[in-house]
């Protein structure tokens, strides 16, 4: 009888611990991915912006930015925040060079990451910015140039978080210009008009998309 008791008791435990195990388990796979946005302090200016960009445009670039990024990835579960210790950020540079090369040559982006570590990666304001004017209308306004210089800026960043978060999957596969995938930001599309998800999306999904929340209703027969 003693036998019988301890050993329904051990079965009690090994059942708590595995439904304790699990429960954690499912936390770990529902929990928000941290991603970090930030600027540094860039400069810029143009002939056909009429000047250099003040404070108070700057700062409107950066909220077009996070705009941007909270839109390109609304519906997962992904956390936006200026935190610099996030498991995957990336930030915005006065200026990005590739040093790997001879002489080396002023690049759009770039990123590092480790699958299953997060990463870190940083886009180049004065790449992105020149590129927005350039691709600008001769006609453009000021507060035009300004709006194009946020969306590159916050779709180059869009792209590097995918890096980070899908190291293990070619992105640029994706031929779609209008597609935040696309391999190049030295196109018109990459800061004026509407962007879309190409091949990306559906992995993004599987990988850190929401969770359902438990439901704690109870229901009778």
Known sequence: MIAVRQLLVF??????????????????RCRPLDAGFW???????????GGALTPQEIETIASISRSELAEAFRGLDI??????????????????????LRRP???????????GFGGQGAVSFSWLASSAVTYAPDDA?????IEAIGR????????????????DVQIHDSTDLRSYEYGSA???????????????????RAR?????????SSRTP
């Open 79 to 100: 956390r936006l925040s200026d935190r610099r210790e996030a498991g995957h950020r990336v930030r915005v540079v006065q200026e990005l060079r590739d040093l790997r």
């Open 208 to 216: 850190v998309g929401r969770c359902a929340a438990p439901s704690t």
């Open 152 to 167: 590159g800026v916050g779709r180059a960043a869009v792209h590097e978080l995918v890096h980070l978060i899908l190291p």
């Open 141 to 145: 306004t000021r507060q035009a140039l």
């Open 11 to 28: 079965v009690c435990i090994v059942g708590a611990a595995g439904a304790s195990y699990w429960v954690a388990a499912a936390r770990s």
């Open 186 to 204: 030295a196109r018109r599309e990459q800061y004026f008009g509407e962007m879309r998800w190409d091949l990306a999306w559906p992995l993004l």
């Open 39 to 49: 600027f540094e302090e860039v400069t810029f200016s143009s002939r056909k912006l």
């Open 105 to 115: 040559v002023s690049i759009p982006a770039e990123s590092r990451s480790m699958f």
